[in-house]
T-cell receptor, first 112, second 112 residues
Framework: DAGVIQSPRHEVTEMGQEVTLRCKPI?????LFWYRQTMMRGLELLIY????????DSGMPEDRFSAKMPNASFSTLKIQPSEPRDSAVYFC??????????FGDGTRLSIL | QKEVEQDPGPLSVPEGAIVSLNCTYS??????FMWYRQYSRKGPELLMY????GNKEDGRFTAQVDKSSKYISLFIRDSQPSDSATYLC????????????FGAGTRLFVKA
């Protein structure tokens, strides 16, 4: 079975540029989660979707961050404009109701 | 006070030792308890999943949940260098729409 697939694996870009992270959840899962992980703050939930609808975006740090889920098999997390403090590993996870989440291998983002 | 407390370590043990990893929590509504293992530059991988109180064993791994004390543990028997990773506890429950709360993670090093 294919797991959660994220792309790109690594992204290095300059401050002010737009960054788009992509996620394909596990087929059949109806919830999708975006997390950010740093040494200082650990794993932080940014936003999650249920049946393609955003349910809780209280973790999105600023208006510079936006996320979409146009269909059950694809989601994007966009940062515009990017800043050096956005540098982190971004994870996508998915699950079906009341089941544990399964994570992708993350996108390592560096903003110079 | 955080909802989930986990000692970040690092914890260093010799090969073959029994490892005990622990988390405490404050929300009595948590019902689902998980342990994830995260290797460097990889996403968290589900290791153990238990519902309510009790023990669950899977090979060298045993998960324990004590809801009366709000305390969960993961034991690793006959630890191997390949067990060196960060271990995150996680839990969810009826409140908050089954939102999963993660511990900070404990870094484990098993020395050959």
């Amino acid at each position: 079975d294919a797991g959660v697939i994220q792309s790109p694996r690594h992204e290095v870009t300059e401050m002010g540029q737009e960054v788009t992270l992509r996620c394909k959840p596990i087929s059949g899962h109806n919830s999708l989660f975006w997390y950010r992980q740093t040494m200082m703050r650990g794993l932080e939930l940014l936003i999650y979707f249920n049946n393609n609808v955003p349910i809780d975006d209280s973790g999105m740090p600023e208006d510079r961050f936006s996320a979409k889920m146009p269909n059950a098999s694809f989601s994007t997390l966009k940062i515009q404009p990017s800043e050096p403090r956005d540098s982190a590993v971004y994870f996508c996870a998915s699950n079906s109701e009341r089941q544990p989440q399964h994570f992708g291998d993350g996108t390592r983002l560096s903003i110079l | 006070q955080k909802e989930v407390e986990q000692d970040p370590g690092p914890l260093s043990v010799p090969e073959g030792a029994i490892v005990s990893l622990n988390c405490t929590y404050s929300n009595s509504a948590f019902q689902y308890f998980m342990w994830y293992r995260q290797y460097s530059r990889k996403g968290p991988e589900l290791l153990m999943y238990t519902y309510s109180s009790g023990n669950k064993e899977d090979g060298r791994f045993t998960a324990q949940v004590d809801k009366s004390s709000k305390y969960i543990s993961l034991f690793i028997r006959d630890s191997q260098p390949s067990d060196s990773a960060t271990y995150l506890c996680a839990m969810s429950g009826l409140t908050g729409g089954f939102k999963t709360i993660f511990g900070a993670g404990t870094r484990l090093f098993v020395k050959a």
